[in-house]
């Protein structure tokens, strides 16, 4: 059918693991008439979950899309993982959303990741609505829920419909408000939501304060109720049974008529540039103006190829369209476009702004490129997602000789495909190391590998490193008891006794304030000798920045042949540190003067020269050692919540709050820093008697305290060089 961009709504279902989110993308398949009969998950029959390990687990793993056409609005679906171990497609799938649905199951009611995805969402300015599943269940109390949403996410969580003949249906309470529910009243819970929507806007008040509900207008109403979620003043709370179709109608009722469309959601962080000269852009959404698109999916299926999903936020796609990727100067022809159903790809004629589509087997598309037809949308880009860093490592080779090729190309392949999963390679150790968010997520990687590519590895769980900046074996294992074990083997075997504590932490360097750097190098040896000088700046970027070289030479004073050593002096420094040992980042380098000996001049004369000048200049701008702060949750039975909160205390964490959850379990949220917590275990298994755990994110770099800084330069040793 026909669409345009007006008649668009892009809604994700997201929400915590088992809260109904893939019973619920089929009942609302099925009730839009996009398919006959909605499938199963024990069948292995979803639209939703068509990957054979999704149907072999029973849960999602990735992101399926498919599109409904309710009345006159055409309905993008994306249903999301509820794992926090794959948690990166589900982010990615926010980019491409004007609005979040989060499903709340009713009978745990909320979940840790239920406050994550909110705040994700707030974060990306989404609207937000809450949706109650599994309203159908025996013993579950929807009011006692509602009154935890509205604790949690505060009073602009409202319902919008209410549950009613004991969760088998639900009564409308915002366009036609009639009927008993099954707690509350219909008439108050119109009420509230109709006070709620009009004072965002003081015309449409005026006009509720003159003549009531009765001199408002659609369009008024409509206006203002946009303007709300667009604005987070309403998050709409409904219900819904995926199981029965409880309610079902009704969501898709409120989508169509009420939930914004491309042009009414707020609009996609575009920038155009990089670093400190990146501006802000509008991308309209105009079919007529140039396209502007963002990849926020690839599947690499290994029968159909490489299939890369993006939505549209200005111009048109057409089939035949020359499109750019990124700032590559040839562009590839759009020979086939699609929209998805699951699985299933349906081949159209064109995707207009808000749309989502893909095209196939386009190999140097990658996740996040920008898709555009002119050079006027070069260096264009979306506002990076902020992904948590993998943390959990497995070093991997193939299970067969003669594989290694075959495995390095899986292994990129799977990378593309999730944001959270990375693979790096160790040339002291020449093995490849495959990071993710948790063992579980590495393990069904590895699985997916196996199933797809026939790929099979030996994997190492006792691994030894050796870091030679920091001069130290590591050994990593499954457990404390694991390390321990192996530990007395090799004494009992080798009869050799160890020394251990925890791997030093990956700290880093920057510097606080601006400076001047000079070095002159001259060697003179005999017959030809070396010469080069260097005057440059520096100056802090913020955080997470990493590293400028500018090149601000005038008149020849140093030719151009000789700043790529320059640079290359500075970078050696970026890698091994200044005052403690680690990598610097987060500063710009500005060379802009020097001197050159027409006969002595060489590459390593001006490499020694930019890295001696970088080091003066560094002594003189506040360096600063970093240190990796994480976000800590950690989960205990609320009897420990005084002494689990006291010790986190002793280890400079700020915390930042606590939530009391079923089961007389408390959830403790604190940032504390990494190297107070590298064995905090074992340290928690014996504060609560085993019943404690905790998840660990990466969160920022901050600076050390002055103590702490000095037993880290005090400690550096750094190789003496010879001018």
Not at 101 to 110: F, L, Q, R, S, Y
Not at 128 to 150: F, M, P, S, T, Y
Not at 305 to 334: C, E, M, N, W
Not at 397 to 420: I, M, S, V, W
């Amino acid at each position: 059918m026909p669409y345009v961009t007006d008649a668009i709504r892009n809604i994700a279902l997201a929400g915590q693991a088992s809260a109904g989110k893939t019973t619920l993308f089929e009942a609302l398949l099925h009730a839009g008439g996009a398919i006959q009969t909605a499938g199963s998950i024990e069948r292995g029959t979803t639209v939703s979950d068509h990957d054979p390990l999704e149907k072999e687990r029973k849960h999602s793993l990735g992101t399926a899309i498919a599109s409904i056409d309710v009345g006159d609005a055409h309905i993008n679906l994306v249903d999301t993982p509820g794992s926090p171990d794959f948690r990166g497609p589900t982010l990615s799938a926010l980019a491409a959303v004007e609005t979040c649905a989060i499903v709340v199951d009713a009978a745990t009611g909320i979940a840790h990741q239920t406050r994550r995805l909110m705040d994700r969402a707030r974060q990306r300015n989404l609207c937000r609505i809450l949706v109650v599943n599994k309203i159908d269940h025996d013993g579950i109390d929807l009011e006692g829920v509602v009154e935890a949403l509205r604790d949690e996410f505060g009073s602009e969580c409202l319902p919008i419909n209410l549950p009613a003949k004991g969760g088998s249906a639900v009564v409308d309470c915002f366009f036609q408000p009639s009927g008993e529910a099954d707690f509350s009243s219909v008439a108050d819970a119109h009420q509230h939501i109709i006070d709620q929507v009009v004072e965002i806007n003081e015309s449409v008040m005026g006009h509720y304060l003159d003549d009531g509900e009765s001199g408002l207008s659609g369009q008024e109403l409509h206006d203002a109720f946009e303007q709300c979620l667009r604005e987070g003043h309403l998050v709409p709370i409904c219900f819904t049974s995926g199981r029965t179709g409880a309610g079902v109608k009704e969501l898709l009722t409120l989508a169509a008529k009420l939930l914004p469309n491309p042009k009414e959601g707020n609009p996609p962080q575009f920038v155009k540039g990089n670093g400190a000269n990146a501006e802000a852009i509008d991308a309209v959404p105009d079919p007529k103006k140039h396209v502007i698109a963002d990849v926020f999916k690839i599947v690499n299926d290994p029968f159909v190829g490489k299939l890369s999903v993006f939505r549209v936020y200005q111009g048109t796609v057409k089939k035949d369209t020359q499109l750019f990727i990124d700032d590559a100067k040839k562009p590839f022809k759009v020979g086939h476009l699609f929209k998805l159903r699951g699985k299933d790809h349906v081949e159209i004629e064109q995707a207009i702004p808000g749309d989502i589509a893909a095209v196939a087997k386009i190999e140097e598309i990658h996740f996040d490129a920008v898709l555009h037809d002119s050079h006027d949308e070069d260096q264009i880009h979306l506002k990076p997602l902020d992904f948590p860093m993998p943390m959990f490592g497995l070093a991997v080779e193939p299970a067969h000789k003669g594989q290694e090729q075959k495995l390095a190309t899986a292994l990129a392949k799977l990378g593309e495909e999730d944001p959270c999963f990375r693979i790096e390679h160790n040339k002291e150790l020449n093995e490849s190391v495959i990071r993710g968010l948790s063992d579980l997520h590495l393990k069904l990687m590895l699985e997916r590998m196996k199933e797809r590519y026939g790929v099979e590895v030996k994997t190492r769980c006792f691994r030894i490193e050796h870091n030679k900046e920091l001069n130290e074996s590591v050994i990593r294992g499954l457990s404390d008891l694991h390390l321990k074990l192996m530990l007395e083997r090799m004494k009992e075997r080798y009869g050799v006794e160890v020394k251990t504590r925890p791997p030093k932490i990956a700290y880093r360097e920057t510097i606080a304030a601006k400076a001047e750097g000079h070095h002159r190098h001259k060697k003179q040896t005999g017959g030809a000798g070396q010469f080069g000088e260097v005057f440059l700046r520096v100056e802090p970027l913020p955080r997470g920045s990493g590293f400028e070289f500018r090149d601000e030479v005038k008149g020849g004073t140093i030719p151009g042949q000789f700043i790529p050593a320059v640079e290359k002096g500075v970078r050696q420094v970026l890698e091994h540190g200044a005052v403690a040992g680690y990598q610097l980042q987060d500063v710009r380098v500005i060379v802009y003067d020097g001197k050159y000996h027409a006969v002595d001049s060489k590459e390593i004369a001006f490499i020694t020269a930019g890295k001696k000048a970088f080091l003066d200049a560094i002594a003189k701008a506040k360096p600063q050692v970093l240190e990796p702060i994480v976000n800590l949750d950690v989960f205990v039975p609320d009897a420990h919540m005084g002494d689990v909160t006291g010790g986190l205390a002793s280890k400079r964490a700020r915390i930042s709050g606590t939530d009391s959850l079923r089961g007389g379990e408390i959830i403790i949220k604190a940032q504390v820093p990494l190297a107070e917590v590298t064995d905090y275990q074992t340290e928690l298994k014996a504060m609560t008697g085993g019943q404690g755990r905790y998840a660990i994110e990466f969160s920022h770099y901050e600076p050390v305290p002055a103590q702490v800084q000095k037993q880290l330069t005090e400690a550096y040793k750094p190789r003496v060089e010879e001018d």
